[in-house]
């Protein structure tokens, strides 16, 4: 495979995504598979920031868990600049749906582990600590408290930092905001926005809001239901900085429309297809 490159003898800028034919299959009891992937091809420029959509169930979060490194391809590829995604890479950070903090240690403990695992001595985390939970909007009264005395949003912000540790070339987040109400949700949408200016990260995010990916992405990538592949790759023309207003814009609202009407439509496409399987043969009809 050529390196990704900007090809004019200059360095390009780390954390450029891209997946060629990439599929996946769970391995069913029976000894046989379930397919979840199928036929994914994705360029993802650094610093570029993607959205996922589609269906429950299609693989979105497969889909990250692959170009994380912690589950292998049955086919394709992902890389990441000029290297294969072989296992857990340091340049990439993944951010779950629940924030998934270690109970017994403190938020200032849990932010700085992936330092500690990677050998840092104390006064080198007590300074990326401060560093870290400047740039995520933790309050630092809170990082001595563990994690069941701290609230959702604070916890998640916990996680972030975490994430962010050894700052990764590409950030990828699966449905982090869910669990928030929507006015927090809206925050933490431009604050990521914010952070994203300051650190210049590559991002791939989950979500089912079609008003969440638009506010924060460059392009919106539509996945079909399982087993998933590319119905559309939808470009948000918008300007930046955004802000919640930004949704109101025309473009915004077709972008909105278009995201929404590919999801419909396949979703009615997976609907006749079942409803068709169900139908009897024309030789169970004549028997």
Known sequence: MTALGSGNGASPAPGALRLRGLSFAFATHGGGSLPVLDGIDLAIPAGGIVALVGPNGCGKST???????????????????ARPIIGPDPRIGLVFQEPR????????????????????????????????????????????????????????????????????????????FSALDALTRERFDLELLRLWQRAATTIVIVTHSIPEAILVADRVVVLSARPAGIVADVTIDLPRPRAIAALDDAVAVRASHRIRRQLEDDEADETAGARAATLPTPTELAS
Do not use: C, F, H, K
Not at 63 to 81: C, F, N, T
Not at 136 to 147: C, E, F, K, N
């Open 101 to 176: 903090l270690l109970p017994w240690r403190s938020a200032a403990d849990n932010i700085t582990y992936p330092l500690e695992l990677a050998g840092w001595p104390p006064d080198r985390r007590r300074e990326r600590l401060a560093t870290l939970s400047e740039l995520v909007g933790l309050d630092p009264a809170v990082t001595a408290s563990r994690p069941a005395e701290l609230s959702g949003g604070t916890r998640q912000r916990v996680a972030l930092a975490r994430s962010l540790a050894l700052e990764p070339e590409v950030l990828l987040l699966d449905e982090p």
């Open 63 to 81: 889909l990250l868990r692959v170009i994380a490194g912690l589950l292998q391809p049955g086919g394709g590829e992902a890389w990441i600049d």
